[in-house]
């Protein structure tokens, strides 16, 4: 278990709480079994001194005394200060993540075989590529670019002609959106876009979060290159 300060300032004071790193960051994100990632009872307001607020400092920032619903709200609305070792190895588990989408959708520009783990790792971190963290899709692009300055690179995708039902598009939309070469919209309201997606993994993912925002109603049709 990893402890670690939760914090919110309400009021002009600042209310801190010990937590399970890990639990809190469940809860916050909705896991409505890690309710116990507060085990004490104490809300401070200077968690390094000790000191504590008063009941109508509570009151008066969170409408209630209970330690339980006012952590619930630190945890949900504040601040969890992330420990050096969690931003490792977040930082550890992206660049997996990076290196498992390029193995599975990037081949060699000159001979078209696909590149190891070991000569992606080798080569992102030649390339110096800084990784965000955000879905690795989206930044595929840049990394390529970068990469292709070390060896030779380029994401291997499948153009793929998709119909969208009208009562669809709404939700669809920014799923395809991303990958979109063209589009046209039909008179019936259904969409009719070309779009170009990474092969591998990347492509799987793609048709099951497609049939399941259009509920398999969604016509598909790989263009052949």
Do not use: C
């Not at 690179?153 to 793929?160: G, N, P, Q």
């Amino acid at each position: 278990m990893t402890q670690t300060t939760a914090r919110i300032k309400k009021f002009g004071k600042n209310f801190e709480i010990v937590v399970d790193l890990e639990k809190a960051l469940k809860f916050r994100k909705g896991d409505s079994s890690a309710t116990d990632f507060f085990d004490g009872d104490r809300i401070f307001i200077d968690l390094k001194k000790g000191l504590v607020p008063s009941n109508k400092d509570l009151e008066d920032a969170f409408k209630t005394t209970d330690p339980v619903k006012i952590s619930e709200d630190i945890v949900k609305s504040g601040e969890i200060l992330l420990t050096q070792e969690h931003r490792d190895e977040e930082r550890d588990k992206k660049f997996n993540q990076v290196v498992d989408f390029l193995v599975n959708s990037a081949i060699d520009a000159q001979t078209g075989q696909q590149y190891t783990p070991e000569r992606i790792k080798n080569a992102l971190q030649q390339a110096q590529v800084n990784i965000r963290n955000v879905p690795v899709e989206d930044q595929a692009k840049e990394i390529i670019e970068k990469l292709s300055k070390v060896i030779p690179i380029k994401l291997e995708t499948k153009r793929i002609k998709i119909v969208i039902p009208a009562i669809y598009t709404g939700s669809a939309y920014g799923i395809v959106s991303p990958h979109k070469e063209e589009e046209k919209w039909l008179d019936n309201g259904d969409l009719e876009i070309i779009v170009s997606v990474p092969s591998g993994a990347s492509l799987f993912s793609f048709y099951d979060k497609l049939n399941s925002l259009t509920h398999g109603s969604a016509l598909t049709e790989e263009i052949k290159q």
